[in-house]
């Protein structure tokens, strides 16, 4: 590809085996050259990368070189190249959360996903831009200029993990962390033509991961294919000490189901009929439901009414949880502060009206205001009932069904500044996919064709909680059909 | 759910946010239609929902009183806008001031 | 005018005696340096979660038991939103309507000395916030953030308390209470008791004054005060200007210690929005009822109890009750000399604590737990006087022995042969040599001075080298002498 060393083109599994493999000649270091050669070379296209961490990926990568070589095990991700989401923390790198708030902070510990991760034996090659706090779905909220999606430069690569969503599209990097609140891995995915995973909450830690909101966030895989992306699961996965929402979950249970005689949900509430240009994701929709009951798989057809409120129930649970989880950048302890503030409380508006972006400001006062006293009882708790109220249903669902498959996202990507000064109709982009965050489900979206502009479409694949596993043995089927799974995109100059 | 101007002003207060004269005009319609597409959810008949998201945990789960790593004093000041080399800085405020 | 009743509800925080913080491991103790008592969580660094420590809430849960409160089946955190510096996460991680404990009592004696039951509301754990102090005069104050985190239960009472001295032997009670079972220090001026009475007036016609809570009290003693201030403060307001609660706003005034006066800091008013709910990054906590019944069991007698029994079945006076509680581990080592042999009288027991022994370790200025006498080895020295094998100057002569060696005064005096000489024959044969000796005395003696016996008396104890029992000597010398 592009005229590379191809080695970074090899499926994960493959890639690491040979590093793992003293005696064959790849090196975890020349992957990483690799890796930075081609985001040195692609990256001024694309913008996927706020920062490029070279020095820490050579040392990482002659770490685990040096494992090989004295016959150690250098762990299954053996000198993967990986691109880290800037809203996870490494310690010693610079974390900005795509925000001009946090200054010139440098985080002092490890994200636990990111060090999982990195004990696997990625390398990290760099932090990947994001909408500001992960809030947005075009990676355009970033206080450090947009991201640009590899299909198309004049479209978005989707958001908030359009930079991790890029790098991978793009070949600069084999695998990505991403983060997903309402979408935020699947979505951009979707819309670069890759494999996103959000696995249920509470499987990966959030430690370390800067909180948007902490009940629907969760860390997760972006790769080029479902074996990529759960191979990267699999290293970060687990019951962390230092996230008391983690939950250990029994892998081995996900096997049970018979993938010959699969009930494949189709919930009636994610039809596209009347979306303007949902048309291409309708008809991938029908396409992979078809190939999918040639295989044996059945239809359940579900009606889940609370989805239809799910927009209205994310775009208050998240702003009010976000707008308690940044009341921290007050310019008092790191981050930016506003300069000859006369007293505190103007020291602390103006350096937070400094610091925040627009959006980020929009979805404060949301949530502020839905838990103000007075409006907290009709907003908030009624949002948390609602809530509570579509999990059952996607309970009941679960008993019908054994998986959802849905389309990713309404339409493909958009371009650059066409729903900039219109959040409402930017909120409603999340339809698809803030369901899973709201019910804590585990959802992959695999890319399934393209429009008739070239650009890509994903469908999703959702599961019962801790059914991880189960999603993604459903996706490779979909990955594995025709005119599905990973293409790389035209180079554009 | 009417947002107008003093409501908008009224919460960036709450949030510590100076929003410009500018920025709340132009806010305050957003909000009201964001708000007038949230407010279908007082339709919805949940009945009472237990609103909890997440299960218990036992007290098995919980950490034991075993003393970790502290933060290095001089990476807390070298990340502080101000400090005098022990605390970190502020304007003056009073103890009662919110 | 009539005098308004007076009506005091207590919030007190309790700062709970655990190693670590209570959502993160950071150490925490009082007067280290600044800021060097942090994590990532403590700090409120991007990323950093909050994870409960169990000590905390066993130590809230033993309190509460104390308290008598009811535990909670499921408990949950919520968090108190409000920007302040030395709130490094910008709200606080607390319980808002589903608290760890729930109804409880605390007894006082009412300024009569009755017996009262002030009502505990409920008590619940959060997190303490950092320390600021303020240049005087500045225009910067100053932050550290080591006491952030600490874990703090938070005990409010209904406003059952009804004058200034029922507040003080309140935080008194709850003060011992805590000692006793030793979850916290209960230290005001280290501020590991912090208290704010909320008070007002209610009268005849049914007029109550605003209620007031008062901040910055860090001493029983000047909680007293402010309440006496209050009183007579808010008896005027209402007096001269009608204040009443329908016209005037709840408030907070802090007390100035210098002027001994509460001076008004703010009006409460809705602008207190502290925008609840429930804390996402921790789940529920189940509280299995075992746990409870096992922390009940390993509750100590609680001190009132104690000096009702010391009263009832001890026979010791209320004042020696008083004393001998008043410190849980003065309270302990008597438990523990009584405990050897439950007929140990108990009034010369508590009379060598308070005489000899607090002696002692006031002269030398160390605590019990560093003298070398046993609780065991004064139970001896109390019996070996009871059954008359040693006198008192030999008892006494023991003890400064044994306290701090620590050797066991029973072995002291069979090793050293120091029982009392109580045979009647080396009693009289050593009377007999007295007399001789004082043959002076004697006679003066006879002669009407009454005075002289002593000499005799002494003379005899000398011949018995101060080992005579003195009943008998006395006896013999009564009957020698004539």
């Known amino acids: 590809m592009f005229g590379f060393d191809d080695s970074l083109d090899l499926p994960v599994a493959e890639m690491a085996q040979r590093v793992r493999d003293k005696d064959n000649p790849l090196t975890a270091s020349k992957l990483v050259e690799t890796s930075l050669l081609r985001i040195e070379t692609l990256d001024a296209a694309y913008g996927a990368f706020l920062r490029r961490t070279g020095d820490l990926a050579r040392e990482q990568a002659a770490a685990v070189d040096a494992k090989a070589e004295a016959g150690e095990d250098p762990g299954p991700l053996a000198g993967v190249p990986l691109a880290v989401k800037d809203n996870l923390a490494v310690p010693g790198v610079p974390l900005t959360c795509g925000s001009k708030i946090l200054g010139e902070y440098i985080p002092p510990t490890w994200a636990t996903s990111v060090k999982r991760a990195v004990d696997a034996g990625a390398c990290i090659v760099g932090k990947t831009n994001l909408d500001e706090f992960a809030m947005g779905s075009s990676t355009e909220n970033s206080a450090f200029g947009p991201t640009r999606n590899p299909h198309g430069t004049a479209f978005v690569p989707g958001g908030s993990s359009g930079g991790s969503a890029a790098a991978v599209a793009s070949g600069m990097a084999p695998l990505a962390l991403g983060s997903d609140t309402g979408g935020s891995i699947r979505q951009p995915a979707a819309l670069c033509g890759i494999t996103g995973m959000k696995p249920t909450y509470g499987r990966v830690s959030r430690n370390g991961l800067v909180a948007f909101a902490s009940s629907l966030d969760q860390v997760g895989p972006m790769a080029r294919s479902c074996a990529d992306a759960r191979a990267l699961l699999e290293a970060i996965e687990g019951v962390d000490p230092l996230d008391a929402t983690t939950r250990g979950y029994d892998t081995a249970a996900q096997n049970g189901v018979d993938l010959g005689s699969l009930r494949i949900g189709r919930v009636t509430e994610f039809a596209l009929d009347d979306v303007p240009g949902g048309e291409p994701a309708q008809a991938a929709v029908e396409r992979v439901r078809s190939a999918l009951f040639e295989t044996g798989a059945t239809d359940a057809e579900l009606s889940l009414p609370l989805v239809q409120a799910s927009i209205p129930v994310y775009y208050l649970v998240a702003p009010a949880e976000a707008s308690s989880n940044l009341a921290r950048y007050d310019g008092v302890r790191y981050g930016h502060r506003a300069e000859g503030g006369a007293d505190l409380m103007d020291l602390y508006a103006r350096t937070r009206e400094e610091g925040f972006g627009e959006e980020v400001k929009r979805r404060i006062l949301i949530g502020t205001f839905a838990l103000s006293a007075g409006y907290a009882d009709a907003y908030y708790k009624k949002a948390m009932a609602t809530r509570a109220a579509l999990r059952a249903q996607f309970d009941s669902a679960f008993a019908e069904c054994d998986v959802i498959v849905s389309a990713t996202t309404p339409t493909c990507a958009f371009k650059i500044g066409e729903k900039a000064d219109d959040p409402l109709a930017m909120y409603l982009c999340d339809v698809l996919t803030v369901a899973a965050n709201l019910a804590g489900l585990p959802a992959v979206s695999v890319p399934c064709g393209k429009t008739a502009e070239g650009l890509p479409l994903g469908i999703q694949v959702w599961g019962p909680p801790g059914r991880d596993g189960l999603v993604f043995d459903v996706a490779e089927q979909l990955e594995a059909m025709d005119g599905c799974g990973y293409e790389a995109p035209e180079v554009t100059s | ?98 | 005018m009539s005098a308004g009743a007076v009506l005091v509800g207590m919030e007190v925080h309790l700062q709970l005696k655990t190693k670590t913080k209570c959502f993160s491991a950071s150490p925490y103790h009082y007067g280290a340096d600044p800021n060097t008592l942090t994590d990532p969580t403590v700090m409120g660094l991007p990323g950093a979660l909050p994870v409960l420590n169990h000590e905390a809430v066993r130590l809230a849960v033993r309190t509460g038991l104390a308290l008598g409160c009811r535990i909670a089946d499921v408990t949950k955190w919520d968090r108190k939103n409000y920007f302040y510096p030395d709130l490094p996460k910008g709200y606080q991680i607390s319980q808002y309507d589903q608290p760890l404990c729930i109804e409880g009592a605390i007894e006082i004696d009412d300024d009569e000395g009755n017996p009262k039951t002030v009502r505990i509301t409920r008590a619940h754990l959060e997190e303490d916030t950092g320390k600021s102090t303020h240049d005087e005069g500045g225009d910067k104050s100053r932050v550290d953030l080591n006491r952030a985190g600490a874990p703090l239960l938070e005990i409010v009472s209904e406003p059952d308390i009804a004058s200034a001295g029922e507040a003080v032997r309140y935080l008194e009670a709850l003060r011992e209470i805590v000692a006793y079972i030793g979850t916290s220090d209960g230290n005001m001026q280290e501020g590991n008791l912090r208290c704010e009475p909320n008070i007002n007036l209610v009268f005849e016609n049914g007029d109550k004054t605003p209620i007031v809570e008062v901040k910055n009290l860090n001493s029983v003693r000047n909680v007293g005060r402010a309440i006496e201030y209050e009183i007579v403060r808010q008896q005027k307001a209402y007096d001269d200007d009608n204040q009443t609660m329908e016209n005037t706003p709840r408030s907070t005034r802090g007390w100035d210690d210098d002027r001994e006066v509460t001076v008004h800091q703010r009006y409460k008013e809705s602008a207190d929005d502290y925008r609840y709910f429930p804390e996402p990054d921790l789940p529920p906590l189940e509280i299995d009822p075992a746990f409870v019944e096992t922390e009940r069991g390993a509750l100590p007698e609680l001190p009132r109890a104690r000096r009702k029994r010391y009263c009832d079945d001890k026979g010791l006076s209320a004042y020696d009750a008083e004393v001998i509680t008043s410190d849980p581990a003065v309270s302990h080592w008597f438990e523990a000399v009584l405990a050897g042999d439950p007929a140990r009288d108990a009034k010369k027991v508590v009379n060598w604590m308070t005489g000899e022994l607090l002696r002692h370790l006031n002269d030398k200025k160390i605590h019990l737990d560093e003298v070398g006498l046993t609780p065991e080895g004064l139970g001896e020295i109390v019996d070996l006087e009871a059954a008359r094998t040693i006198n008192t100057r030999t008892a006494k002569e023991l003890f400064r022995e044994v306290i701090e060696s620590g050797a066991s005064p029973a072995a002291l005096v069979e090793e050293r042969g120091l029982s009392q000489v109580s045979d009647r024959g080396p009693v009289e044969a050593a009377v007999k040599a007295a007399m001789e000796a004082q043959a002076q005395a004697v006679e003066d003696y006879r002669a009407g001075n009454e005075k002289a016996r002593g000499r005799v008396f002494g003379a005899v104890m000398k011949e018995l080298k101060g080992r005579g029992d003195p009943k008998l000597v006395n006896e013999v010398l009564t009957e020698l002498l004539g």
Request: aromatic share 4%; glycine share 6%.
């Open chain 2, 1 to 98: 759910m009417d947002i107008d101007e003093t409501l908008v002003r009224h919460v960036a207060k709450l949030a510590r946010l100076e929003l410009s004269d500018d920025e709340v005009t132009g806010i305050a319609p957003q909000l009201a239609e964001i708000f007038g597409h949230i407010d279908q959810i007082q339709q919805i008949d949940v009945g009472d929902m237990d609103p909890a998201t997440q299960d218990p945990i036992t007290l098995e789960g919980l950490r034991s009183d075993e003393p970790g790593e502290t933060l290095d004093p001089r990476s807390i000041l070298r990340n502080a806008p101000q400090h005098d080399g022990a605390f970190l800085v502020v304007p003056r405020f009073f103890d009662e001031e919110e």
